[in-house]
């Protein structure tokens, strides 16, 4: 049985799968090798939309479309789609699924678990929303891996008999990932990460936006994103970025860029038309200093895996936003090589993917001697309290697994008590890397009872922390004087869904494709009326319209009845008029 491996991205996704040891990039059902991130419903029928038609429905369907949805993994925000609210891996759910039902499809089998690569850079929150997204759509999601190691893996696999320092530059949609990796006897060993995860080609789209909003202003003295409803405005706004979107993928083989956006308002009853021309240097004026930020991000990898520009053998850049030339630039300039140009940007985290699909699986067996380590990406640690000044002060962060420690791995710490007659230890677990923990990121608090009480001092708790390889930690905390131990996973993240909201969770997405495939039932009844309605006229083209419209009704309400009733009494319709 086959294990997908994806690569869920903030604005693509691909999917791939071994095939007689090799990784093999699966298509979907248009013939794309990778797919737009974009859910969308239609509105008069239910229809779930997914990828390219739903990207380019944006504009029309600007309520009812999602797109991004990454960078809201982990978070509590909600994402309203005709009149429904889905925390986003809801959303993640359904682009998985979609991806899930056209492999099977393709390869005719069930396929029951998935490798879902993340960015490196990805908090234990929003690995933990990937990985019930990958539950939610019907797969056993067992490794979660990072993009950069999932691309250093597709490399490796292929250059396994080279000893060599990789670093791999990951600039996607959403996100920005450098991991330094060496490479040496079919081992791939992830030395350092470092990354942006709110850093990506969706931010120089917006830039571009922001550029021709500001031009706007300049030639007609109003701001689009001011005039007329919220619908005109999102409509509007998605207009305008699906061409800065385009001016900036042009510019990437161009050195100017042409933007048209006809009648994209009206302001004094006078529509606005912008014609409007980018060039390749005032685009790179506009993004510069968010490219320039990955370079401070590279430096980091290097100093924690105590390399230098110069002992790096080769440079991968992976991910759409490295076709764009400054980007190429810089990197080429920092280690004064030419990064590799054979490594496909798109594909090759998803190839990596499949390919520790199949190690998990034992499809590649030993005999083939690629192994792989990563790192954790964030230095987890608890709150501790610090005599400062004489003063006990609490808020201080301590450290127990560094980043950039090999995972998986386990770490203990000895702590005393604080107070006299202390009965009990509140563990409060943090992830980031400033000293004070109101400046990192908080997982989790936890309660050990039971400590005897003695003066301060005298209790002794040793805390362990074990970190796996897909990013899941488990805490242990035992009392030394009694052996009174607390042992848990942590899965009470902050953000995201909880546990008591997957149930219902899963029979929303089921419902939501059944209402779609209720759609799918009578889409060629629905397209038949609509041509026939087209040549008829008097009273036979109000028939048709009548029933359509019933139809349409139907569906939207989700009848099953009804919707078979409207479709028998239409198709009879057709036969009569036809």
């Known amino acids: 049985m086959a294990i997908l491996g994806i690569d869920l991205g903030t ?262 038309t912008l014609q409007l021309e980018i060039t390749r240097g005032e685009f790179e004026g506009l993004i510069k200093d968010l490219a320039d930020s990955t370079l401070v ?62 190690i998990k699986s034992g499809d590649i067996g030993a005999s083939n001697g690629l192994m792989v380590t990563d790192v954790a990406p964030y230095t987890l640690g608890i709150e501790i309290v610090k005599d400062v000044g004489g003063r006990d002060v609490s808020g201080y962060f301590d450290p127990i697994i560094p980043r950039n420690t090999t995972i998986p791995t386990k770490k203990t710490k000895r702590y005393f008590t604080t107070t006299d007659n202390q009965v009990g230890v509140d563990i409060s677990i943090y992830q980031g890397e400033q000293p004070k923990v109101e400046q990192n990121v908080h997982i989790t608090s936890l309660k050990l009872d039971g400590v005897p009480p003695k003066p301060r001092g005298q209790e002794s708790i040793d805390i362990s922390f074990q970190y796996d390889i897909n990013g899941n930690l488990q805490v242990e905390a035992i009392v030394n004087s009694t052996g009174n131990k607390l042992s848990q996973i942590v899965t009470t993240q902050g953000g995201g869904i909880s546990e008591s909201e997957v149930a219902a969770a899963k029979e929303r997405l089921e419902q939501d494709w059944q209402d779609s495939e209720l759609y799918q039932d009578v889409k060629a009844v629905i397209y038949r009326a609509e041509k026939v309605m087209n040549d008829a006229s008097g009273s036979d083209k109000a028939r048709i319209e009548d029933l359509l419209a019933k139809l349409k009704q139907a569906l939207a309400e989700n009848n099953r009845s009804n919707v078979e009733k409207y479709e028998d009494e239409l198709t009879d319709l057709l036969i009569e008029l036809v």
């Open 297 to 358: 991000e590279v430096d980091k990898a290097l100093e924690d895996a105590k390399l230098t520009h110069s002992d790096i053998h080769e440079v991968l850049l992976i991910g759409g936003s490295t076709r764009i030339p400054y980007v190429q630039e810089i990197v080429e300039k920092a280690f004064n090589k030419v990064p590799r140009k054979d490594i496909n940007p798109d594909e090759t985290v998803a190839l990596g993917a499949a390919v520790q699909a199949g």
């Open 11 to 272: 604005t693509n996704s691909a999917m791939a799968y071994l095939k007689d040891e090799e990784p093999v990039i699966l298509e979907n059902k248009d013939g794309h090798r990778t797919t737009p991130s974009v859910f969308q419903i239609q509105p008069n029928t239910g229809e779930i939309i997914i990828g390219q038609i739903a990207k380019n429905g944006i504009a029309t369907y600007a309520n009812t479309t999602v797109m991004e949805v990454k960078r809201l993994m982990g978070t509590d925000e909600k994402v309203k789609v005709a009149g429904k609210e889905y925390h986003p891996e809801e959303i993640a759910a359904r682009i998985l699924k979609y991806l899930k039902e056209h492999a099977e499809d393709t390869l005719n089998t069930v396929i029951k678990e998935a490798v879902i690569t993340v960015p490196a850079y990805f908090s234990d929150q929003q690995r933990k929303a990937t990985q019930r997204a990958g539950e939610l759509a019907g797969f056993k999601v067992e490794r979660i891996i990072n993009e950069p190691t999932a691309a250093a893996i597709a490399y490796g696999y292929e250059n396994m008999d080279k000893d060599q320092n990789l670093l791999v530059y990951d600039l996607g949609g959403g996100t920005f990932d450098v991991s330094v990796v060496e490479i040496f006897e079919g081992v791939v060993e992830v030395k350092a990460s470092a990354g942006n995860n709110k850093l990506g080609g969706m931010d120089f789209d917006n830039a571009i936006l922001d550029w021709i909003l500001e031009q706007a202003k300049k030639q007609h003295g109003v701001d689009l994103l001011t005039l007329g409803s919220e619908e005109e405005i999102l409509q509007r706004k998605w207009r305008i970025k699906e061409e800065a979107e385009n001016a900036k993928k042009t510019l990437s083989s161009q050195v100017s860029a042409q933007i048209n956006l006809p009648y994209i308002a009206i302001h004094n009853n006078l529509p606005i």
